[in-house]
DNA sequence: AATAGCGCTATCTTTTTGGATACTACAATA
DNA sequence: TATTGTAGTATCCAAAAAGATAGCGCTATT
């Protein structure tokens, strides 16, 4: 056995919990998850995000390449945010924070 | 059909991801999913942590019932942190974002 | 023409987070 | 006895995160 090399990469660990971290970053892959959204869409699914948050989130999160920002200009204005390659491949580990949550939050919550 | 319910459940995610959340947490964990370990060892482990945030991270951990705080006073004073059941259950959810964080690093962390 | 909805932006303030630095009490070691 | 190590505390401060509130240009609806 005799393993002295970290088991877990912590760095690994702050770096992508800064990616789905903050207040949220993570209920809003979890909300673009479900299906493509808009940005008053998410807003209303979010509950009690400002706007100006959840622009600055979302940006945040268009440069990290985890969602699509789009607009469907058709006559009418439509902005149209889904999750890219990457951001879809988070769903697993997003559904286990869920299951977790729920297994844990009545111990572990209060 | 008619599923109005929101497919997953956002507030789940806002908790968990608080509780393993900010710049240490989640690797304060991750450390102590090898073995448990001493504060001065944490510290040494997570590199620029001050004892401050340390102090700080560890109480709210031990708070949420995720970390066990031990004072092993034989002669020498030795305190001893280690995960409880709560806590050795998210291994495989910090394992899954190692994981996913050693896959997507390069294209999303740049 | 007025109102409502969309997708934001701007400004200001509060709250939270965490770093810097110094210091402490105690014990073991040299 | 001086130094080193352990396990923290105490203060102060800067930066980041996030809320409150208002407003804007545009379009669609009534």
Redesign the interface.
Known sequence: MMNKQ??????????????????????I???L???EKRFNELKR??GTITPRTLTKELKYLEI???VIREVDAEGSISVVYSLTK?GM??E???????V??????K???G
């Open positions: 970290k088991h877990i990469p912590n760095r690994d660990v702050q770096d992508v919990i800064e990616l789905i971290g903050g207040r949220w970053r993570g209920a892959l979890a909300s998850c479900d299906k699914d979010l990290n390449k985890l990457h491949s988070l697993p580990l997003i559904g286990q924070i869920v977790w949550g729920q297994k844990h939050r111990e572990v919550l």
